[in-house]
RNA sequence: GUCCCCAUCGUCUAGUCUGGUCCAGGACACUGGCCUUUCACGCCGGCAACACCGGUUCAAAUCCGGUUGGGGACGCCA
């Protein structure tokens, strides 16, 4: 069936954001195309003019980008291929292979209440199918599939599936304003853009044997077809909005990285022995359906954020910090100082999960002034650290080796003449340093704000202290 | 209702095709400990699953049948 190149497309329609299904799916057929030196072609598939909006097609061209799953031809849109889509519709009408209906939606409408109501499938009742009926206002096309046989699938995930012609109805082509439908347009154009692999969801299935017989009734040869599994929410539900954040966009803006994002995508219904985490070119090596599992399985977003805080780590400081930039600004840092900026995600790099909580976790570098956080105010910064509070800053005054290690020297004799361990004045002059009692180790902040803002920092914390004593 | 698909720890999964090496392995989460200036990181340990029933076989998570459970599809939506 598939003989030279490997072409796979991605076509969604634009109704919406790019959720975290689609964009699986997109990264499957990406991966294989990659994988075989192929090609990888986005097409929207936005025929119904309704739902379809421009907003929505820029969000996923954005969410596509933004993951690095670049496309090598596109994006198509199906809205304007129409000329293509008829051309394949005479074809079928003049070999008899489809046929015009003019039954309403209404009359369609209930033809299927009354069958569901008598337990029987929903389908179209053949009506006009014999006939001859020509083209005229109002009318729609449809195939004249087969009464009687079956239609196979080879499917590449989920093994040989057949379906018995008589559940599949007349399906229509085209519909009464000229615009073909979701099958008839998918089929022309994966013949018409030569896509050899399709890997779809689940949920398409049922879908294929139609589209399947229109492929016969065009004596045109399959695609290859790799159905794999839905994503679910947590309670094993179809995954959706009501699931929480779905949409890649989301997690961008949450301060996940493309990469983990990726990672984790790969990992959901795709399996490589007990490997858990993937670089790009091991992910295009290794990908293979065969190893894709046929179950469905619930989106861990537990396992994101694992995943996020283990590429932050390992991330380069200075594309972190560049990454980060955005998130400081959301938080009211406007155009920091970039050499700050790496300086404290260096600091921050193992203590953080996502690039936001980063942000957050940075803020106290930046700000001039800075507030003291309720409870370390409460704990530290009272009249009992005081002293030692003065002493210490008397000592950093005389001291020009602001380096870790530097100061790692003076805290040893600090500690000695006061006869204290490190926690002791670690604590309160952290809260005095940051405004808080979690935060990067003690010496790497001073390091990081540097002497003059330490000693003005700790001024403002006896400051603090000596008016609570006024009191 | 009809048709299609699926079924291993709470979750993602390895193992199933080619039965024995699996009293079921890894990861996340949870949890005990170590490290430690806080928070983390890291390291060591623990908890925890073959849906059920029946068959085939010397032997079944693996093969077969049924049951139950879950998901999906039944549009002039995609």
């Known amino acids: 069936m598939t003989q030279g190149k490997i072409v796979t497309r991605f076509p969604p329609s634009p109704t919406g954001y790019l959720h975290i299904g689609g964009a699986r799916t997109a990264l499957f057929n990406w991966l294989l195309a990659k994988q075989n030196g192929g090609k990888f072609i986005l097409r929207i598939e936005d025929t119904d003019k309704a739902r379809s909006s421009e907003e929505a097609t820029q969000a996923i061209l954005e969410s596509m ?33 489809a046929y015009y209906c003019q039954c309403t939606p209404e009359e369609l409408e209930k033809k299927r209440e009354v069958a569901k109501s008598r337990g029987l499938k929903p389908k179209y009742d053949g009506t006009c199918r014999e006939l001859g009926l020509g083209p005229e206002a109002g009318s729609v096309v449809r195939l004249k599939s087969p009464l009687t046989g079956k239609t196979h699938l080879k499917d590449l995930v989920k093994g040989s599936i057949s379906f018995n012609n008589d559940e599949l109805d007349d399906l229509i082509l085209k519909r009464s304003d000229g615009s073909p439908t979701y099958h008839m347009a998918v089929v022309a154009d994966d013949i018409s853009l030569g896509i050899t692999h399709v890997i779809r969801g689940d949920d398409h299935v049922n879908n294929t044997p139609r589209q399947i017989l229109i492929y016969q009734a065009l004596s045109e040869s399959l695609p290859d077809y790799a159905h794999v599994p839905l994503i679910l929410g947590p309670d094993k539900a179809r995954l959706s ?7 890649v966009l989301a997690y961008r803006d949450m301060g996940y990285l493309p990469h983990a994002l990726i990672n984790a995508l790969s990992r959901l219904g795709w399996s490589y022995g007990d490997q858990e985490i993937f670089t790009l070119d091991e992910l295009i090596e290794k990908f293979s359906l065969e190893n894709v599992g046929k179950a469905a399985g619930v989106f861990n977003a537990e396992k994101l954020l694992d995943l996020n805080a283990h590429y932050i780590k390992e991330a380069e400081t200075l594309s972190l910090a ?7 600004d959301r938080l009211g840092i406007k155009d920091p100082d970039p050499n700050l900026v790496a300086k404290a995600v260096d600091t921050l790099k193992i203590r953080c999960k996502t690039l936001l909580e980063m942000a957050e976790g ?24 005081l002293d030692l509070l003065e002493d210490l800053r008397r000592r950093l005054e005389q001291w020009t080796d602001f380096t870790e290690k530097g100061l790692e020297e003076l805290f040893i004799a600090f500690m000695d003449a ?4 490190l926690g002791k004045i670690a604590q309160p002059l952290r809260v005095a340093l ?38």
Request: glycine share 8%.
């Open 65 to 97: 980008e933004w993951l690095g799953l670049d496309w090598d031809e596109g994006p198509y849109f199906q809205s304007r291929r129409t000329p293509i889509y008829d051309a394949f519709i005479d074809r079928l009408l003049s070999s008899g292979k």
């Open 241 to 247: 909005k009501r699931h929480g954040a779905t949409s």
């Open 322 to 328: 560049k990454a980060l930039l955005p998130f400081l």
């Open 362 to 385: 940075a803020l106290f570098y930046f700000q001039e002034d800075m507030s003291y956080e309720q409870k370390g105010d409460q704990k530290f910064l009272k009249p009992a650290f």
């Open 418 to 421: 006061k006869q204290i361990k």
């Open 434 to 471: 940051t405004g808080k009692t979690a935060s990067p180790g003690i010496f790497e902040v001073m390091n990081v704000l540097g002497k003059e803002k330490v000693l003005e920092r700790i001024r403002k914390a006896i400051d603090h202290i000596q008016k609570k004593v006024n009191e």
